[in-house]
């Protein structure tokens, strides 16, 4: 019976996996695909073409801030470019006006980042649903007319060009350059996402959530509203402009009010709008849906979409859109929680329960 | 210069007002803030355009002026189809969810704007001169106002007084006004949400589409399929000014914004780059002053 022994060795197969894989930790799965994509750079592709993944680790970086701010904390953030822009412009000016050395104009670019995110929180703080939606949707258009009306400091609708890159020190060619890139974005894409999670996971994170859930019951609790929200503002504000600064001193080479809203864009709100895509294809709410989200969204849109089947554009976009509208409607746990979750349930429901009692333990205690 | 700036800011107050009734109509009685809004003011002005070119090719030139008519109102209620269906399918499905439907909402504008550019391409045609209805000009307080524009704030006003009348008047309107008042013993009384909600969105889209017709008929370049953003932030301002779900405060935020609009203009025409900022300046600094808008409803605890 040839099928019998074909069944017979795929439930073995079946069994192998489910024993061995599934209980590899999820620490060590993560390791596993950071491997993979340190190998990403030699396994044939064109240096040039590892752009794209550049550019994907760094929107990832702010969709998993994006993530921590509305999926966590329940703060609505329909504009979130603002963070990727003043990263991009606070160390572009300093480097204009200054002449600093990259090494200090990006972490400085962070500081402002936070500021901004401490100036935007704190009228926010007293807003709620969708006043908080139409304000940090309307905080970076008004912020672009400002650069235009300032044009010698901001450089209107040009920006301000030629900024430094990273690695244009001599011992580096173009090609290295390209992987270079790569390897700082991705270090620094796991770098972030760690501290997130940790900081999502960690008691100020569970109380994110208590924020998220019931704002008025966790205010019963004695829990401080106002700290936690701004806090969560400025983590967020510190990691979009990371990605901001980064992306301007690594791709674009130039501080534009394309960061914030771009008029001749197929999406005027573009860097506002793809966290959100990405985010929720990932599954809102976790910090490791937006990494997944990110790459879905760029391997598809990127290699698939331009190379495999030629589309146009915005036949490409509205799909994406489509797709995003039938997920929060149909399926609003996104790709990767949804999957993430039934394997979980698979192996040990009892288990996550109790992590979850632990930590309301955790919360009460505190 | 002051008669300019009352008569202008009559006129595009008139006009924002009525772009922002139908966002603080549905607002008012679902308390759902339906971010779509912004694309059918775009969808209205395309629609009409399309109908209008149909139309001229059906009705003799000695007619001309059934012309517009007959486009507005087709443009309507196409518009208003259109939005209660894309209510229907995705938005009624979560209800409750707050962040969902700002997101979904969001995503229908891209949606609706991709679908515009890639049924009618690049071209930002369709702009309705309303002068050609009503040619000439009238002389109001020692200003030169087109015919044309004044009669775009008239058909505004009336859109209003209508409304008003309907809401106030007729059963329909009664219920909607109940289904504002108190969710739960309306449903008791045997109002049916859903269809009320249906009919809302599509009155709402409605007006939205007849904003549009009027607003791009008084300026001078044409429409472009991601105008939504620039309808979607008059709404929020003019309805941030008013407060959100009052519809006497939607017709005062859009006075207000008219005047301080012209008036920025015409005081200060060298921040003419500004002009696409000041409805958002104007957002940002209200709600760091009043969290609920100058005429809102006081934060009500759960």
Same mark, same amino acid.
């Given at each position: ?72 904390? @329940?703060?609505?953030?329909? @504009? ?11 160390s572009a000016i300093l480097f204009k006006y200054f002449q600093w050395p ?137 990691? @979009? ?32 709008i793809v966290p959100i895509i990405v985010t929720i294809l990932g599954g ?77 333990? +955790?919360?009460? +205690?505190? | ?44 002005a395309y629609l009409y355009g399309v109908f209008s070119s149909y139309l ?12 517009? #008519? ?91 007084? #209508?409304?008003?009348?309907? &809401? ?44 549009? &017709? ?24 003019? #309805? ?6 009052? &519809? ?24 003419? #780059? ?29």
């Amino acid at each position: 019976m040839p099928i019998n022994t074909f069944a017979k060795y795929f439930r073995k197969v079946y069994t192998n996996f489910a024993t061995h894989i599934y209980d590899v930790p999820p620490r060590m799965l993560a390791f596993l695909i950071l491997i993979i994509f340190t190998i990403v750079p030699y396994a044939g592709i064109e240096p040039r073409r590892l752009d794209i993944l550049t550019s994907a680790n760094l929107m990832a970086i702010l969709a998993v801030s994006w993530d921590l701010l509305v999926g966590r904390t @329940g703060l609505i953030s329909l @504009g979130h470019a603002l963070f990727y822009g003043v990263g991009a412009y606070s160390s572009a000016i300093l480097f204009k006006y200054f002449q600093w050395p990259i090494w200090v104009t990006i972490p400085l670019s962070l500081i402002a980042g936070v500021g901004m995110a401490l100036i935007i929180g704190t009228p926010c703080l007293r807003m709620k649903g969708p006043y908080l939606a139409l304000v940090t949707m309307a905080f970076p258009i008004a912020i672009v007319g400002f650069l235009y009306y300032f044009r010698d400091i901001f450089g209107g609708e040009v920006g301000i060009q030629r900024l430094p890159r990273v690695f244009t020190i001599p011992p580096f060619s173009l090609n290295e350059r390209y992987v270079a890139n790569y390897y700082l974005s991705l270090v620094l894409l796991a770098l972030s996402s760690i501290i997130i999670y940790k900081i999502a996971t960690s008691k100020t994170g569970i109380v994110f959530v208590s924020i998220l859930d019931d704002e008025l019951g966790s205010k019963a609790c004695g829990i401080n509203v106002t700290k936690y929200k701004l806090m969560s503002f400025a983590i967020s504000g510190l990691f @979009g402009s990371l990605a901001g600064s980064l992306y301007a001193h690594m791709l674009g080479g130039s501080a534009t009010p394309r960061y914030f809203y771009d008029n001749t864009a197929l999406i005027p709100i573009e860097n506002s709008i793809v966290p959100i895509i990405v985010t929720i294809l990932g599954g809102i709410g976790t910090i490791y849906g937006p990494i997944i989200g990110t790459y879905i969204y760029f391997l598809l849109n990127r290699y698939v979409f331009e190379n495999l089947i030629q589309i146009d554009p915005h036949i490409q976009l509205l799909v994406f859109i489509s797709i995003v509208v039938l997920l929060v409607v149909k399926w609003p746990r996104g790709i990767a929680r949804t999957i993430v979750e039934k394997l979980e349930d698979l192996e040990e429901p009892r288990e996550i329960e109790e992590i979850e009692k632990e930590k309301t333990k +955790k919360v009460e +205690k505190g | 210069m002051l008669e300019y700036i009352i008569i202008f800011g009559t006129i595009s107050g008139l006009i924002y007002a009525l772009i922002a009734l139908g966002f603080t109509l549905v607002y008012g009685i679902s308390g759902m803030a339906n971010l779509t809004h912004g694309v059918f003011f775009v969808i209205g002005a395309y629609l009409y355009g399309v109908f209008s070119s149909y139309l001229s090719q059906l009705i003799s030139p000695t007619f001309f002026y059934l012309i517009p #008519v007959f486009a507005m109102i087709s443009s309507f209620v196409l518009t208003g189809i259109i939005g209660s269906v894309f209510y229907r399918v995705t938005l009624h499905q979560i209800l409750g969810d707050e962040v969902g439907i700002l997101i979904a909402s969001i995503c229908g504008c891209i949606i609706f704007q991709q679908l515009i550019y890639i049924i009618m391409g690049t071209t930002a045609a369709f702009s309705f001169r309303i002068e050609l209805l009503v040619p000439g000009k009238i002389t109001l307080m020692n200003t030169d106002v087109l015919a044309g524009q004044s009669l775009a704030a008239l058909i505004s006003l009336l859109a209003f007084i #209508v409304l008003s009348v309907f &809401i106030s008047k007729t059963k329909t309107g009664r219920a909607m006004k109940a289904l504002s008042q108190d969710l739960e013993a309306a449903m008791l009384v045997g109002i049916s949400t859903e269809k009320l909600y249906m009919f809302t969105t599509a009155i709402s889209a409605g007006l939205a589409s007849l904003a549009g &017709i009027l607003y791009t008929s008084t300026i001078t370049e044409g429409v472009t399929s991601y105008m939504w953003m620039l309808g979607l932030a008059i709404s929020f301002t003019v #309805v941030i000014l008013g407060g959100l779900g009052s &519809i006497k405060g939607s017709l005062v935020g859009g006075l207000i914004l008219g005047f301080t609009g012209t008036a920025a203009i015409k005081i200060l025409p060298e921040a003419g #780059v500004l002009q696409q900022s000041i409805p958002f300046i104007v957002i940002i600094l209200v709600l760091i002053i009043r969290p609920k808008g100058l005429f809102g409803k006081r934060v009500e605890m759960e």
